[in-house]
């Protein structure tokens, strides 16, 4: 197992941006994917992004806006977003695993979430 902290969120204007970071401590960082999920009310968990080398992989939804990305020296990992619109409000967890997936189910550490509200 691994913990996660996220921090960042908040509220924001449509069109503004945030960062959001998930600092990870108890297992090698550097060998685990990390990926991005979030959840609003009334909707499925949804995939938002992961990393494990090099470039990461983006939901349809995001892709252009979000970008992930990791510092394997302070442990953390990243999801700077720009461009955000209403629809983006949700509470973002970071999530890691042994591989990247795009399927929440298959990561088995996650943190405690961090709310994103983007106002209109």
């Known amino acids: 197992q691994v913990q996660l902290v996220e921090s960042g969120g908040g509220l924001v204007q449509a069109g503004g941006s945030l960062r959001l970071s998930c600092a990870a401590s108890?297992?090698?960082?550097?060998?685990?994917?990390m990926g991005w999920f979030r959840h609003a009310p009334g909707k499925e968990r949804e995939f938002v992004a992961a990393?494990?080398?090099?470039?990461?992989i983006y939901s349809d939804s995001v892709k252009g806006r979000f970008t992930i990305s990791r510092d394997n020296v302070k442990n953390t990992v990243y999801l700077q977003m720009n461009s955000l619109k209403p629809e983006d409000s949700a509470v973002y967890y970071c999530?890691?695993?042994?591989?990247?997936?795009?399927?929440?189910?298959?990561?088995?550490?996650w943190g405690q979430g961090t709310q994103v509200t983007v106002s209109s």
């Open positions: 999530a890691a695993n042994r591989f990247i997936s795009r399927d929440y189910a298959q990561y088995d550490s």
């Open positions: 108890g297992r090698t960082f550097s060998s685990l994917a």
């Open positions: 990393i494990v080398f090099g470039a990461g």
